[in-house]
C-alpha cells in the first residue's frame, strides 16, 4: 500500500510540473504561435511589391507610430482624372490575417483599387515584413490607430471616406479600429473573424482549452462591438444611419467556426437594435411577419449589418469565390458611393 501511495504522490508530482512547463511554454511562446510573421519562410526578409502586379501608381511608405516603431506600407492609389492630380473620394485600410506580410495582399489589393475605385493603403504590423518591433496586440492597436491617424493627417486623404477591411486576425484589428473612431468611419468590411481569442483557442487546439486563461492576446471582439453604435446622418434621406458593415463567411472555414463568426453578426445587430429608437426598431421589422430560418434571419440586412456567405471556399482563399467581389462591389455602390 505504501508503495503504490509513493508511485500515486510522484505520478502527481510529474503531471504537475508537466502541466506547469506546458502552461509556461504556451504562456511564452503564444506570441509567435499567433502571429506566423515568418510563414510563408523568408516573408521577413521579402515583400512583394505592387510593381510586381501591375500597379505602378504607389507610395512605398514607412509610418512612425505613437510609440517610435517604423511600420511598411504601401499606398495604391486611384486616379479619377487622366491627369493624375486628384485621387479616388475613398480610402480602404487594409489590415491582414496573421501569417506573411502586406506583400502576400498585393492581389486583392489590386482587386480592391479596380472594382470599388478606391485607394488602399496596407500595412506590415510591427514585427511583420520589413517593419520593426517586436509583435503584440497592444502593439498593433496602436500600428493600427496611427495608420488611421496618417491618412487623417495626410492633405490628399483626409477629406476621403475611410473603409476599414480586416480578414482573420485583421477583422479584429479592424473591429478595434472601428468601435473607438467611430465618428472616422464610413464602413467596415471583416472576413472571416472570431469572438475573442480565448474562444477561438479551444476549436484550434482542443488540448489547449484548460489553458486558455493564460492567453493574453485576447482580442476581444464581442465586446469592442458594444461600442460601435454611432449613426451619420444619410445624405440621401437625411435620416441617420448605423456606419455600414459586411461579413464575409467561408462555408468550409478551417480556422474559425461558422457559429462565432455568426454570433458576432447578431451581436452586432443586438447592440445597434437595442441603441435603436422604437421607431426605427418597427421599420427594420416591418414586413418580417413570417418565422424565418437561422440563415434567412443572417443574410437579410439588418441594422446596416449585412451578411454573405461564399459556399465551398476556407478560411484562406474566400477570395477566390466568383462572387466575392462582386457581392463587396455591389454593398460597396450601395453604403459608400451612395452615401
Known amino acids: ?55 505602378e501608381d504607389y507610395e512605398d511608405l514607412e509610418l512612425k507610430t505613437k510609440d517610435g516603431i517604423k511600420i ?33 495582399r ?44 496618417y491618412v487623417l493627417e495626410r492633405p490628399d486623404l483626409k477629406n476621403s471616406k475611410i473603409i476599414l477591411f480586416g480578414q482573420s486576425i485583421g477583422g479584429a484589428v479592424a473591429i478595434y479600429l472601428a ?22 483557442i479551444p476549436n484550434l487546439v482542443p488540448w489547449l482549452a484548460p489553458f486558455t486563461f493564460l492567453c493574453h492576446e485576447k482580442w476581444e471582439s464581442e465586446n469592442e462591438l458594444v461600442k460601435f453604435t454611432y449613426q451619420r446622418k444619410d445624405k440621401n434621406s437625411d435620416k441617420e444611419k448605423f456606419i455600414p458593415v459586411i461579413l464575409l463567411s ?36 416591418l414586413g418580417n411577419t413570417e418565422p424565418d430560418s437561422p440563415e434567412q434571419i443572417l443574410v437579410r440586412e439588418q441594422y446596416n449589418v449585412s451578411w454573405h456567405r461564399f459556399d465551398g471556399v476556407h478560411h484562406n482563399d474566400t477570395c477566390i469565390h466568383p462572387d466575392y467581389y462582386p457581392c463587396i462591389k455591389n454593398w460597396w455602390r450601395n453604403n459608400i458611393d451612395d452615401n
Open 250 to 285: 467561408s462555408e468550409l472555414d478551417e480556422i474559425v467556426p461558422n457559429n462565432q463568426f455568426e454570433e458576432l453578426c447578431q451581436r452586432l445587430r443586438n447592440v445597434r437594435r437595442e441603441a435603436s429608437s422604437q421607431k426605427e426598431r418597427e421599420m427594420e421589422e
Open 106 to 149: 498585393l492581389p486583392i489589393v489590386k482587386s480592391f483599387v479596380e472594382e470599388c475605385g478606391c485607394n488602399v493603403l496596407i500595412i506590415s504590423y510591427r514585427g511583420y515584413g520589413f517593419s520593426e518591433g517586436q509583435v503584440s496586440e497592444e502593439g498593433i492597436k496602436i500600428d493600427a490607430q496611427s495608420t488611421l491617424e
Open 179 to 200: 468601435a473607438n473612431n467611430q465618428e472616422r468611419i464610413h464602413g467596415v468590411i471583416l472576413e472571416n473573424t472570431f469572438l475573442t481569442m480565448r474562444k477561438l
Open 72 to 104: 511598411k506600407a504601401f499606398l495604391v492609389k486611384k486616379f479619377i482624372d487622366k491627369e493624375k492630380t486628384k485621387l479616388a473620394k475613398s480610402t480602404l485600410i487594409y489590415f491582414h490575417a496573421n501569417a506573411g506580410n502586406m506583400g502576400h
Open 1 to 55: 500500500m505504501k508503495l503504490n501511495y509513493e508511485i500515486i504522490q510522484y505520478s502527481t508530482y510529474v503531471l504537475s510540473f508537466l502541466v506547469g512547463v506546458s502552461g509556461l511554454i504556451i504562456y511564452k511562446l503564444q506570441n509567435k504561435i499567433i502571429y506566423a510573421a515568418n510563414c510563408p519562410i523568408d516573408s521577413r526578409r521579402f515583400t512583394y511589391t505592387p510593381s510586381d502586379f501591375e500597379m
